[in-house]
């Protein structure tokens, strides 16, 4: 008697929880509605399915249990029943499999006006690419990933020349305007996901994945990684601005094609105390420092800006005192950063943890990045600064 309660007030409980919860989806803000319906008929089917099947557990339960002077009947089988159980059963699983279905089918097939965004994750950051002027996007190799082309765009590909390069956490996109997203990993399993607009699609090493949009909404949208990428997974985040075709087009104006980007790596870096802080840190450039950072996910964990992620902020890093967790401690100068970097599980600074991969660099990629980290500023004292 008693569990045919308990199974009763769990299922008024579940009812109640689900209309009386505050935890409900964020506001659309694309043109996806037909996913809230198709989630909505599941939860509409699962909820008629978990409602019969308790309660009419909890009867029988109450109906058949031990009395005195009442024997069980023995009936080892029954086809009527069994006919309409599996009947109930198929029309419930197509009920649910169906509108996904054609839903999904959908979402892979974008209309022929869609413009083109590509984004591509790495451990943890974002970084996208827009067609230039030819409205074709180059190809793209991981052999061809460097520094200076965070993305391994093709430099012998005309249609790549013009290519718009994001690299950072916050992409623009035009209102009313149907988008097409091609994704791409650079080294494992991540997920793109705006949750207001809808939007996911695993992006796999060695494929392209893609689907479609339509922003509906004006305002900023948070990009998450929905798959476990690693320890810095939680920190993998960027923003969607959706704005006015004007405004997105006066902002897509402004960002650096791949042409850009290899003219100004060709440049030759300044002479130290010409006015530039290209020679700091013994002699390697901050522009290639900064370009290095992106490319190899440093930005991911250390912030530029004094906050805290994985790892600690590079402001103020340079200069200050670092201590172990033996206890020793250390300044920071180019020679503390060179083997924090070329060797980062010798020696763990008190406060972070050992998980900072070892990562192939050059002599030359290690001085820019030192000359980039001396750049965003000098600190003093014995804080934890130092990330692994």
Excluded at 12 to 29: E, G, I, Q, R
Excluded at 258 to 271: D, E, L, S
Excluded at 341 to 346: G, K
Aim: proline fraction near 6%.
């Amino acid at each position: 008697m008693a569990i045919a309660v308990v199974l009763v007030i769990m299922v008024v409980a579940s009812v109640l929880f689900h209309f009386l919860s505050p935890w409900w989806l964020t506001p659309l803000a694309s043109n996806w509605k037909q996913m809230d319906d198709t989630l909505l008929i599941t939860l509409a089917i699962t909820g008629v399915f978990f409602i019969v099947i308790n309660l009419l557990l909890g009867y029988i339960v109450w109906r058949f249990r031990h009395r005195e002077g009442h024997r069980a009947d023995y009936e080892p089988e029954n086809k009527r029943l069994e006919h309409w159980l599996i009947g109930l059963s198929a029309i419930g699983i197509m009920a649910l499999l169906a509108p996904g279905l054609i839903v999904y089918a959908d979402y892979v097939r974008p209309p022929r006006e869609a413009m083109v965004l590509e984004v591509v994750g790495q451990q943890w950051q974002w970084a996208f690419r827009f067609p230039g002027q030819g409205g074709e996007l180059g190809t793209s190799d991981a052999r061809f990933v460097s520094g200076t082309n965070p993305l391994g765009l093709n430099p012998d590909d005309a249609n790549g020349q013009d290519d718009v390069i994001v690299v950072g956490p916050e992409v623009h996109l035009p209102l009313n305007r149907p988008v097409k997203v091609l994704l791409r990993s650079k080294d494992v399993l991540h997920d793109f996901y705006v949750p207001p607009i809808r939007a996911r699609m695993n992006m796999v090493p060695g494929m392209v994945t893609s689907f479609w949009f339509t922003p509906t909404q004006v305002g900023r949208f948070d990009i998450l990684c929905a798959q476990l990428c690693g320890v810095g997974h939680y920190n993998m985040r960027g923003h969607v601005v959706v704005e006015e075709p004007a405004a997105f087009d006066a902002w897509l104006a402004r960002q650096q094609t791949f042409a850009m980007m290899q003219a100004k790596a060709a440049q030759p870096a300044a002479a130290p105390g010409a006015g530039s802080t290209a020679g700091a840190g013994a002699g390697g450039s901050v522009e290639q420092g900064r370009s290095l950072a992106q490319s190899k996910g440093c930005v991911a964990c250390h912030s530029v800006d004094g906050t805290q992620g994985v790892g600690p902020s590079w402001k103020g890093l340079f200069g200050s005192t670092q201590t172990f967790v033996d206890g020793s401690s250390a300044a920071v100068d180019d020679a503390f950063l060179k083997k924090e970097i070329q060797d980062p599980q010798a020696r763990v600074v008190k406060g972070f943890g050992p998980v900072m991969p070892k990562v192939p660099v050059t002599d030359e990629e290690v001085a820019a990045l030192s000359a980039y980290i001396h750049s965003l500023g000098q600190g003093a004292g014995a804080a934890p600064q130092a990330g692994k």
